[in-house]
Structures are given as C-alpha cells and as structure tokens.
C-alpha cells in the first residue's frame, strides 16, 4: 500500500503467428495485462475471410445455441492461421446443424405438445373442473362451437366478458381456463376480448378419451418425457460425432480476439503482442506464458516518453472499496497522490460522526456484508456502519434510544456547541492533510522547490488563522506566512517580482477565505450528527406516546427503518461532498489513466432451453 499510484509496465510478447490467440487468451487470464498495439501494421484476425465465418457462426448461433453443449474444451485441431480456424470449426458446426436438424424439429414438437398437455393437466387438477368432459367440448358442433382458452391468472382478473354466450371459468394456480360455449356469432365476440387480453386458445388431442381425461394426460406427458430423453441424447451422441464443442470454442476465441484485441504488428510468421501489466516483476506472466505450451519471447523495453502508462493503485483488500471516491474525479496520475488510504480513515469518520448510533451502524454493516458482492460499493457500509456504532458508543445511542447505554462522551442533543466545535477543528485537520498531500504532488511532479517557496507559506498561514481561535499570539504565524508567501512569489519570478507579488498577494487572499470557508463547512459534520439524534429523539418520543407495548415497538421499528434508509443516504452524500470539494481540492486533479485490464473470452454459451438435457 502507497499514497503513490504505480505506472504500469510496458511489455511485448513475440510469438508464432497462429498461436497470438492462444498466448493473448493466457494472457487475458491473468487479469494483468492491457492490450496495446504499438503500430498498425495489419489487422489479424480481421480478414474479410474471417469475418464472414464469423458473420456464418453469428447466424447459426441465433438458431441454434440453446441446443449447443456448455461445456469448455481445447481446441479442436493444431494451431492455425485465422482463416484456417475459423474454416475448420465453421465446417463442423454446419455438418452438425445438418446432421441434428430432425432431431431438434422433433424436440420442438415434443416440448411443444408437452406445454399444451400441462395446462390440460393444471386444468384438470383446479377444483371443479374434475368432470369436465374435455372429448365433448373437443367434438361440440355443428350448432354450437365450444373452445378452451387460458391466460395468466393476473390478467384474467381483469377480463371483462359479454353476458352472452356461455362462459365458465376456473382459476388454477398460474392460470386461468375458460370455456365459451353458445352459437358462432355470439362466441365470436367473446373471444375477440380473450384474445385482447392476450388469452389463446388451446386444442385438445383426438386421444383424449370421455373418461379417464386427467390419468390420460400424465400418462402421455410420462411418455414426453422419455421421447425427450432419447432425442436429447441423440443430439448429444451428435456433439461429440462433429466435435461441436471444440469447434464453438474455437469460433467464440476468434470472434473475442476479433472484437477485444487491437490490430497487432506481425509478419508472414511471427507476432507480437504488447501493452501494458501491472505484473511488475514479470513472474506471472511467465508463468501464464509456460502453460501455453508454445514458444513465446517476453521482453519489457522502454515505452518510450510519447506513451503514458496507465497506472494502478496497489491498495490492499480492505482499502479497495475507497477507490471509488478518487474514480469520481477520474484516476490519479502517476504524480498524484492517491488518496484512498488516507478515506479509509477519513470517510469512515465522517460518516459514523454523523450517522451515530450502535443498533442502526450495526444494521448498516449487515447491510454491507451482504450487498458487497452483488453491489461492491455497499462495501462502504461496513466501515462506515463500524464506525456508527462507535459514535454511538459514544453518544449513548442504541436503536435511536438514549436510555439502554450511558454516552462515553455527550448525547449530541444536550451539548450541541462541543459538537459543532469538534466538527470544524476535525474539519482544519483534513484541510491540512490535504494541504501536505500537495506537497507530494509537488515534489512528485518536479515542483517541489516552488511548493516550498510559496505554497507552503499558506499552510503555515493556515495554521496561524486556525491557531488564533485558541491563542490570539499565532496571528504572528499567519503574518509570518504572508511575508513568506510574497516574498517567495517575487524570488520565483525576479523579473517581474513587484507585479509577482501584487498577484500573489491577491491570489494568497483567495486562498485563505476559501480554507477558510471550507473549514466552516464542516460544521455540517456536527449539524447532521444534531438532526440525526433530533430524529432519533423524536421516534423514542413518539414510541412513549404510541400507548402499548405493541404500538410502541411497532413504531420504533418503522423509524429506524425510516432513519437507515434516509439518514444513510443524506450521510453518505454529505461525506461524498465533503472529500470531494473540501478535501480533493488541495491535491488531485484525476488527470490520470487508468489500468483496463483484458477480459479473457466466455467460452460458455447461453443455456439449453427449458427441458434440455446432456
């Protein structure tokens, strides 16, 4: 861990020309590479050739991959040109489509024909519906038409249907059934507002007997259900005769190469590979390299200064969900400090100041353990709900109650004023840790001896103004300061020093009323931490004068939902604005570059249909 982000490593990979999509795929695996081509000299992979087979393989896939296999294998063949892949797998996968076509036509009539017979069976399990003589609507006529129909169980509810001709309905548990019965005109209408209500009409089969409908149906589905089984694994003994499998993967690598890799230099038999790692020492990449299996050449020569590398923050695990505050200004550049480490502190006390309460904090770090993985963000809550529960220790507060614990420090509400003041004097600290974090900056961009000159003098200027409300003597700093500043304005520039200092006399008055109206701001800290314990106070209240034990926790579970949920987000977006415009302001500019690394191919195709089997 470091406040100074890593540039990123140039390196260059020379390798056979048709093994580039092999060894880029390893490389891509590593999750530390990012592909840069250091000239356009061709575009493999992108022939006119390979496309087409690619544009082939696109259409097949529309038709055909819920049919195809999941699983990953190698290769299905010796390393080749492009064209040649792509040729080779095309050809099977053809053969296999031509080959498996009869077979799925009959898995699709027979999923087809089992979707029909299941409403019939739901049908016949609804109670009321166990008489239904489903041969004598199937054969009603000539006179009167009888039909079946089904829709969702939602939208039947709201079916409005003509008085006439005869309607009867029933209400299973997905869907619902009606049957109309009358003369062809009259059913005419009414199945005109089925239809508008996205019902369909459903037949039923000749070999539906009078009797007996409902052990007739699940005996034929019993049967479906074992065609099914045949077909599928026809179709599977049909994946392995064409070598399907290998085939897709070789297709889906070329179609990943094709679209995520940039045009690579090469020769008649040689490219090379290049770009950027965060893989400092190298050693993963050679080992990435030695599992192909082909002969590779890893170098890392000097990029050049045209190229700015991308760079990487190395923080450790805990540190990583603070990134995201710097990433809203961009990514840190080389000669930026990265500030993440120092949030890792700084966020987490912000937030608990404000948000301080022991039940609710907890609620928050449960909150964060459980979203982190779907959201990566809400692994903020953890820190932040640690460090509620903190500050909740410290005000006495628990489930926006002051009467379980006792305050190791004040209850915010009865010592408003420390409050405030604790809030501003924590506010000048981070001010003036931003300030030194400009001084890294400086010296990491090579102006260090102008820092010294002229922007360190506000520091000290700063640190003279906070230091006045304590002492009144510490104005001498601040004078100090500014005869500092001005005179290290006129040295910086001896040509022109009396105009110098004039500007910078105006500039340094800027400056100051702008820390110093940041340092104001903070206040805020303290003002939130007052609201959320004045919210607090009033959900006890409220819970006291609800009348009942039920009525009263009812309404202490209801506000402090009510208080995570709006409390949480007011605090969060407090603590955004304060590092951003408060604290960001005196070091980072997010003129970086950031890492991106390589995303390897998804070898796997979108699953099998419903009912699929291999």
Not at 186 to 194: F, N
Request: hydrophobic share 50%.
């Amino acid at each position: 861990m470091g406040l100074r982000p890593v540039p990123a490593r140039w390196f260059q990979v020379l390798t056979d020309r048709n093994d580039v999509s092999r060894v880029t795929e390893a490389l891509a695996r590593t999750g530390m590479v990012q592909i840069e081509a250091e000239t356009e000299l061709g575009a493999y992979a992108r022939g006119s050739d390979v496309q087409e087979a690619l544009r082939e393989y696109e259409q097949l896939a529309r038709r055909f991959h819920p049919y195809w296999p999941e699983q990953e294998v190698p290769s299905s063949g010796p390393p080749a040109a492009p064209a040649a892949v792509a040729k080779r797998a095309l050809a099977s996968v053809a053969a296999w489509s031509a080959d498996a076509a009869p077979q799925i036509e009959a898995l699709q009539q027979l999923e087809q024909e089992r979707a029909e017979l299941e409403l019939l069976a739901e049908l016949c399990d609804v109670p009321g519906a166990e008489d239904l003589d489903l041969a004598q609507l199937r054969d009603a006529g000539p006179t009167l038409s009888a039909h079946l129909f089904v829709m969702s169980r939602t939208a039947a509810m709201d079916a409005a249907l003509p008085a006439r001709p005869l309607v009867r309905r029933w209400v299973g548990e997905e869907h619902a059934f009606f049957v109309v019965v009358g003369k062809r005109s009259d059913a005419a209408d009414v199945e005109q507002v089925l239809a508008s209500a996205k019902a369909r009409r459903v037949a039923i089969p000749d070999w539906v007997p009078p009797r007996g409908a409902r052990q007739a149906l699940k005996e034929r589905l019993t049967a479906i259900e074992g065609l099914l089984e045949g077909v599928w694994a026809a179709l599977h003994a049909s994946h392995v005769r064409h070598e399907l499998a290998a085939a897709l993967c070789d297709l889906r690598r070329l179609r990943w190469f094709a679209d995520s890799v940039p045009a690579l230099p090469h020769t008649r038999h040689f490219a090379v590979i290049t770009g950027w790692t965060k893989d400092q020492s190298g050693a993963l990449l050679d080992a990435a390299l030695d599992a192909v299996g082909v002969p590779t050449i890893l170098d890392f020569p000097s990029p050049g200064p045209s190229r700015e590398p991308p760079v990487v923050l190395n923080n450790p695990k805990w540190v990583k969900p603070f990134e995201t505050f710097p990433g809203l200004l961009g990514t840190p550049a080389r000669y930026e400090p990265d500030p993440s480490p120092v949030l890792a502190v700084l966020a987490p006390l912000l937030f608990g100041f404000m948000f301080g309460d022991v039940g609710q904090g907890a609620v928050l770090v449960l909150l964060g353990l459980i979203l982190r993985k779907r959201f990566p963000a809400t692994a903020l809550l953890i820190s932040g709900g640690a460090m509620a529960i903190v500050f909740g220790v410290l005000f006495g507060s628990v489930f926006a109650s002051e009467r379980v614990i006792a305050p190791l420090w004040v209850h915010p509400l009865s010592a408003p004023l420390p409050l405030l003041a604790v809030s501003v004097v924590g506010g000048s600290a981070i001010l003036l840790v931003g300030l030194l974090l400009s001084a890294f900056e400086a010296r990491w961009r090579g102006g260090l001896s102008r820092w010294l000159s002229v922007d360190a003098a506000v520091l000290v200027i700063y640190l003279g103004v906070v230091g006045m409300a304590v002492d009144g003597r510490a104005g001498f700093v601040a004078i100090f300061g500014v005869a500092w500043h001005l005179v290290g304005s006129g040295v910086a520039a001896p040509k022109h020093r009396l105009k110098s200092a004039a500007a910078a006399a105006g500039h340094l008055i800027e400056r100051v009323l702008q820390l110093l109206v940041n340092t104001v701001s903070f206040a805020r800290v303290g003002a939130f931490a007052l609201a959320h314990a004045g919210l607090c106070s009033a959900i006890e209240g409220l819970s006291h004068a609800a009348g009942g034990a039920l009525a009263a926790t009812l309404v202490l579970v209801v506000g402090n939902a009510f208080t995570v949920a709006l409390e949480g987000l007011v605090v969060s977006i407090q603590t955004t604005r304060l590092v951003l415009f408060e604290f960001f302001a005196r070091f980072l500019r997010g003129e970086g570059r950031a890492f991106q690394p390589l995303t390897p191919p998804a070898l796997t195709p979108p699953a099998p249909a419903p009912g699929g089997k291999e």
